[in-house]
């Protein structure tokens, strides 16, 4: 069974847990065979962007020490093998075609 995720919605709870869900279980599915792929739209095409840092991050005493590293991730996620594909304004517009 082939499986496509579609993550819109970007960095929700990125500085908590230092990485996206579903980005991350996609890595770890993938290395156990599963056949995926994930769809960035939105928002979260930000996700392939290597320069984001948020290593400064502080909240009072407390400081972000792991930052997240979502382009990374997707970078080990590809050399899984796992697909991901951007979206933007066309998308639908193909979808619709295709439907």
């Not at 056949?35 to 939105?42: Q, T």
């Not at 590293?69 to 991901?84: H, P």
Request: hydrophobic share 40%; net charge positive.
């Amino acid at each position: 069974m082939k499986t496509l995720s579609i993550v819109e919605s970007a960095y929700r709870a990125t500085v908590e847990e230092q990485d996206d869900t579903i980005v991350w279980i996609h890595g770890a599915m993938k290395g156990a065979g599963a056949d995926l792929a994930l769809l960035l739209r939105g928002n979260a095409v930000n996700y392939l962007v290597q320069r984001q840092d948020a290593g400064g991050l502080a909240f009072g005493d407390w400081r972000q020490t792991q930052p997240p590293r979502i382009a990374s991730d997707l970078a080990a996620l590809a050399a899984k093998g796992g697909g991901y594909l951007l979206c933007r304004r066309g998308c639908r517009r193909a979808r619709d075609r295709a439907q």
